[in-house]
């Protein structure tokens, strides 16, 4: 089964800071990977997925992340951070067709951008 | 706005209750996703159906149900409801995930208090 790990729980950064969050998956096969943001109070928004090709992808509000198939890993990063990116990130892998490929998410990373 | 809708938004009720969550997809999604997301758990995926029919399960309880209707809105029933069961419970669609990819848009979620 997949998993997925991420881990930084909290990170408390100043603004225009640079942000790595970092994320890895077990799993064998083909994957379709994916960054969510949840904002306080709100539903989770697709920041940026990966299915294939450009290893390096590039998101909404200036995120990218980079999907290292070597490593397992599928970090998120943004070169300066904004007060408005507090929020709550989730890293996800999709499941297998057993699972009707349902997202497996991490544990998620509080971000807390101070002024 | 994800398109993805869910009412009520929250819901306080009693131990040992039933409650009932809506939720409608995207125009022209065909598969709907039920998540929960709790502090101790983190998100994890419930159940799946795709165009009225069931497809996979998750971490889904025997006291949980869920359907999907000709409309393609689905509902998640919950019964004999425990102090646990207190969580947001999240509705995701998507096309198809057999299509080979399988981006997911969330709904705003309903909040569960069990009390």
């Known amino acids: 089964a997949q998993s997925v790990s991420q881990h930084n729980h909290h990170v408390i950064l100043s603004e225009a800071a640079s942000l790595e969050l970092g994320c890895n998956y077990s799993?064998?096969?083909?994957?379709?990977l994916f960054w969510y943001v949840q904002y306080p109070g709100q539903h989770l928004q697709l920041l940026l997925k990966?299915?294939?090709?450009?290893?390096l992808v590039k998101g909404i509000k200036g995120f990218e992340a980079e999907f290292i198939k070597s490593k397992f890993s599928f970090n998120l990063r943004k070169p300066s951070v904004q007060w408005s990116d507090t929020a709550e990130y989730f890293c996800?892998?999709?499941?297998?067709?057993?699972?009707?490929?349902?997202?497996?998410f991490g544990k998620g990373t509080s971000l807390l951008v101070t002024p | 706005d994800s398109g993805v809708t869910q009412t009520p938004k929250h819901l306080i009720t009693a131990t040992g209750q039933r409650v009932t969550l809506r939720c409608s997809p995207r125009?022209?999604?065909?598969?709907v996703y039920w998540y929960q997301q709790s502090l101790d758990q983190g998100l994890q995926f419930l159940i799946q159906?795709?165009?009225?029919?069931?497809?996979a399960k998750g971490n889904i309880l025997e006291r949980f149900s869920a359907q999907q209707f000709p409309d393609l809105h689905s509902e998640l029933n919950l019964s004999s409801l425990e102090l646990g069961d207190s969580a947001l419970y999240f509705c995701?669609?998507?096309?198809?995930?057999?299509?080979?990819?399988?981006?997911?848009?969330f709904g705003p979620g309903t909040r569960l208090t069990v009390t």
């Open positions: 996800a892998v999709n499941g297998e067709a057993n699972s009707g490929y349902a997202l497996n």
């Open positions: 159906y795709y165009n009225g029919e069931e497809r």
């Open positions: 995701a669609s998507s096309v198809d995930p057999l299509a080979g990819v399988n981006e997911q848009y």
């Open positions: 799993y064998g096969g083909t994957v379709n």
């Open positions: 125009s022209g999604d065909l598969s």
């Open positions: 990966y299915f294939s090709g450009d290893p």
